[in-house]
């Protein structure tokens, strides 16, 4: 199976707050991050948390970890429809490639 | 500053041809990155570098080549095009500091007929 897993998809009225979750698997795993990917677009970097963090806040954007359940979310205050977009965590494992694992992205549909 | 360019931005291939898909980045990172991204899937990794004249398979090699010869080009090879290389493949760069994240070009979309 996927080694970050994330749901598909997600539906919110505009104003509401959106929590897109993510479970990942590799406790060694030292940053994860959320990505951005606009229709037809390159990745854009949202927010990163390191792993002995809890909780990161930026804006209307709240990471939180839970890194004994291998959990992590991504919380939007107020999303608005241009929030829509397909949202990816990622994962970095220490290893010498520094490459990223990504989950399979989680649809945002903002509705009016 | 540009950051991380790639070209061509789309590209029709026949099944057999060859092609290199050009990566550039500006911002003297040693890390450099190939990722394909399937329809409705994540990011899968195909080759990194962690410097000039340095390069290593990732989790989906089979099928390409890359080369690193200058910090900033990293180019990806197709030797012999087939239907399954048909992805979308973006190119992304890191510098040494662990704490950095990685910046990704804008893509290229490769169909494969």
């Known amino acids: 199976g996927e080694d970050v897993e994330q749901s598909l998809f997600l539906s919110v009225r505009e104003g509401d707050s959106s929590v897109i979750n993510c479970t990942y698997t590799d406790s060694s795993s030292t940053y994860l991050y959320w990505y951005k990917q606009e229709p037809g677009a390159g990745l854009q970097l949202l927010t990163y948390i390191f792993s002995n963090m809890d909780m990161k806040q930026d804006q209307r954007l709240t990471v939180l970890l839970n890194k004994k359940d291998k959990h992590l979310s991504l919380r939007i205050a107020d999303t608005q429809t241009g929030d829509s977009a397909i949202y990816f965590c990622a994962e970095r494992r220490e290893t010498g490639r520094r490459a990223l694992t990504f989950g399979s992205g989680t649809r945002l549909q903002v509705q009016p | 500053n540009a950051g991380v360019t790639q070209t061509p931005k789309f590209r029709i291939l026949k099944i057999g041809q060859s092609m290199t898909l050009q990566c550039t980045q500006d911002m003297n990172h040693n890390y450099m990155y190939w990722y394909r991204q399937d329809p409705g899937m994540g990011l899968k990794l195909i080759y990194y570098?962690?410097?000039?004249?340095?390069?290593d398979k990732g989790e989906v090699p089979n099928g390409y080549n890359v080369s690193r010869s200058t910090t900033e080009d990293f180019p990806l090879r197709l030797e012999l095009a087939a239907p399954s290389q048909t992805s979308v493949y973006f190119c992304?760069?890191?510098?040494?500091?662990?704490?950095?994240?990685?910046?990704f070009g804008p893509g290229t979309r490769l169909l494969v007929l």
């Open positions: 992304a760069s890191s510098p040494a500091e662990a704490q950095e994240t990685q910046y």
């Open positions: 570098s962690v410097g000039a004249g340095i390069t």
